[in-house]
């Protein structure tokens, strides 16, 4: 079976600065995805980031990047310039290639940011 | 296009109650899912469904049904309400695997 652990269950950072995110996974499938979804207060599930297990180079999406170890099974999320939109709970996900689009998913780590 | 829609947003219910959260998305996608999110647990598979016709249990199954009749809905039934199964239920849509999830705006459900 495939866990997902989150060990941040909350985290705060100053608007402007950077924060990371940890999140480690334990699967013995070779091709696999991994997700971080964000939850605002509006309850709505939004994607902000995927990676893909056989692709080497980390994946960035503007002031959203990851630091992707395979042979750690650790994918954190790093974001820079933090806003008080990014005020959310994230999740991080996981995938793998054979399950049929199922996710399963870590606890969620609730990120305060400060102005 | 709505994306994917959920009715009712919000619901109260008496244990022993029957109810159905509707399901729908208009992006032809064959892959569709059902999660609850409770507090602490992140979201947890219900069922799934691979294409109409097609559907198959996730991590907590029991006390729901579901059935996948056309490829646009996919309804999750509560077949006899329990307090345990207050939740936050999430229906999501995809196009195929790797693929991102599309997540429909969640119902709450209070079990009394």
């Known amino acids: 079976a495939q866990t997902v652990t989150q060990s941040q269950p909350e985290m705060s950072v100053q608007e402007a600065e950077t924060v990371t995110l940890s999140c480690t996974y334990d699967?013995?499938?070779?091709?696999?995805?991994l997700f971080w979804y964000k939850q605002p207060p509006s309850r709505q599930m939004i994607l902000v980031i995927r990676?893909?297990?056989?692709?080497?180079q980390n994946a960035t999406e503007n002031r959203f990047s990851v630091n992707f170890q395979k042979a750690a099974k650790s994918f954190s999320l790093k974001i820079s310039d933090s806003q008080l939109g990014d005020t959310a709970m994230y999740f991080c996900?996981?995938?793998?290639?054979?399950?049929?689009?199922?996710?399963?998913f870590g606890e969620g780590t609730q990120l305060t940011v400060n102005p | 296009n709505a994306g994917v829609t959920q009715t009712p947003k919000f619901q109260v219910l008496k244990t022993g109650q029957s109810m159905t959260l509707q399901c729908a998305q208009d992006m032809n996608h064959e892959y569709m899912s059902w999660y609850r999110q409770d507090p602490g647990m992140g979201l947890r598979l219900i069922h799934y469904s691979v294409g109409a016709g097609i559907t198959d249990q996730g991590e907590v199954p029991n006390g729901y049904n579901v059935s996948r009749s056309t490829t646009e809905d996919f309804p999750l039934r509560l077949l006899s309400a329990a307090p345990s199964q207050t939740s936050v239920y999430f229906c999501?849509?995809?196009?195929?695997?790797?693929?991102?999830?599309?997540f429909g705006p969640g119902t709450r459900l209070t079990v009394t």
């Open positions: 699967t013995s499938e070779n091709n696999y995805y």
């Open positions: 996900a996981f995938m793998t290639g054979t399950s049929g689009s199922r996710l399963t």
């Open positions: 990676q893909e297990a056989y692709k080497q």
């Open positions: 999501a849509s995809t196009p195929g695997v790797a693929y991102e999830q599309y």
